[in-house]
């Protein structure tokens, strides 16, 4: 089975300070993607990160508050700048492998914002 | 504008019985739908899934039924075990447009009673 590792699983911070999360998967994958998941809510995509080039961001998320990198096929991160409390949530990373229609996901990070 | 509704914020079964949690949808263009189980400082993990070409799933305990002309769908989990309690959500894609985002529900909490 697949295996996605995220790091940090969960962090307090200040608010305007920036926090990077880490994905790593095991073997290399056709997508990987980046999910927010406000506290009551449903998961929401934030982000696609494309292996060598920009993320494709969704409607209501921008680059500048959450850039992400990909720098090859197995490993990629997102920052989540100048926090505010608002931004507290659970952040997931998730994978697509090829010929797979399932996508599998890290344990997510617990970002507390304060 | 939700896309895909879990009307039934939580639902609670005695262990045994059978648990029926309910999705709604509303882009027909979504062809493919799954289900995934998430419990508490876990990433989601994927339950089952279904095309749109198909009307039934069904994987040991679990089934899932699909009804098109109403844009719903259901997961049967049979017998109920305590182990099942998780958060449920129901997630959908369009994979026919070479899309591998995830649109989800805001999630089922189902508690199995011993």
């Known amino acids: 089975s697949a295996v996605i590792s995220q790091k940090p699983s969960r962090d307090i911070c200040q608010r305007g300070t920036s926090l990077t999360i880490q994905c790593q998967v095991d073997s290399q994958v056709t997508m990987m993607f980046w999910y927010r998941q406000q506290p009551g809510q449903s998961l929401t995509l934030i982000a696609t990160?494309?292996?060598?080039?920009?993320?494709?961001?969704e409607s209501g998320f921008v680059i500048d508050k959450f850039p992400i990198s990909r720098p090859n096929l197995t490993f990629s991160t997102l920052t989540v700048s100048n926090m505010s409390p608002e931004d507290s949530s659970i952040y997931l990373c998730s994978a697509h492998w090829q010929g797979r229609t399932e996508a599998f996901f890290g344990q997510g990070t617990r970002l507390t914002v304060v | 504008d939700q896309q895909v509704k879990q009307n039934s914020p939580s639902l609670s079964v005695q262990e045994g019985r059978i648990s029926i949690l309910n999705c709604d949808y509303t882009?027909?263009?979504?062809?493919?739908f799954l289900w995934y189980k998430k419990y508490p400082a876990e990433g989601p993990t994927f339950l089952i899934s279904?095309?749109?070409?198909?009307d039934k799933n069904e994987d040991g305990r679990f089934t899932v039924f699909l009804n098109k002309s109403a844009k719903h769908l259901s997961l049967h989990i049979v017998p109920s075990q305590p182990g099942d309690s998780a958060v449920y959500f129901c997630?959908?894609?369009?994979?026919?447009?070479?899309?591998?985002?995830?649109?989800f529900g805001k999630g089922t909490k189902l508690s199995v009673i011993p």
């Open positions: 997630a959908a894609s369009d994979y026919g447009a070479g899309s591998y985002q995830l649109t």
């Open positions: 882009n027909s263009m979504f062809d493919y």
């Open positions: 990160a494309n292996q060598g080039s920009e993320a494709t961001y």
């Open positions: 279904i095309s749109s070409i198909k």
